[in-house]
């Protein structure tokens, strides 16, 4: 069944309302008509199944249905700090880590970032498209909220930021700690995982992060690309801890 995100200011006690580009989907692509039904999705962890009473130029009109909580939302609250990589590596990222059930992506700026975000303009465009990104894969996955890709930050920041979560970071360096050991540890709501980039991080950038008590971890015996440690990672996270330990 289709699926759209409207804003919850849009649900009404019976009805609800979908504007913006889905009209045109709606209408134009799909070509749907009233009578058919629909699954919306207020972005707050709620479903409603309608049915399509009106379709209009700007707006489609439908009647509520059934209300329920979504399913797509895991326990936990998992915020990926992404090392920016090259290329389109981003876009593959941030798809996968929605499917995964990510609540929050911020790109990093490290010491061996190659790419370089220097013009307000270019960043917003970058954002623009990587937001498009997270809603169409939260569409696709049945999420009930769509993660937010942050403003690109630097590594002193991101420090200041995590500073007080409970963090995890995979290194190449790090032989002997496991994920599973350290998520044994792990009884709070939110969880931070930080991802370096192509080149990895470098020694004192580690040093910084265990300053703050993050927890260094080895992934294992190969050294994965920085895509893979992200999806790797979450995966094992949302084993241990969300609900992917149910399959």
Known sequence: MHRFFIDSDNVHESQVVIT????????NVLRLNVGDKIMVCDGESNDYL???????????????????????EPPIDVVLYQGLPKSTKMDLIIQKATE??????????????VVKIDNP???NKKLERW????????????RGQIPNVEGVINFKEMVEEIKEDFV???????????TKEILSKFNDKTISIVIGPEGGFEEEEIEKLKE???NIITLGPRILRTETAGFTTMAIVMYELGDLGVI
């Open 168 to 178: 995890i970071v995979p290194y190449e360096n790090e032989i002997k700690i496991g």
């Open 50 to 72: 309608i049915e399509i009473e009106n379709i209009e130029s700007n707006q489609v009109i439908g009647k509520i249905i059934n209300k329920e909580r979504s399913k797509g």
């Open 212 to 214: 703050i008590g993050a």
């Open 131 to 142: 937001n498009r990104i997270a809603l169409e894969a939260s569409k696709q996955c049945k």
């Open 20 to 27: 913006g580009d889905d009209v045109k989907h709606i209408k």
């Open 121 to 123: 303009k270019k960043e």
């Open 100 to 113: 995964l059930g990510v609540k929050r992506i911020v790109p990093v700026i490290t010491e061996r970032t």
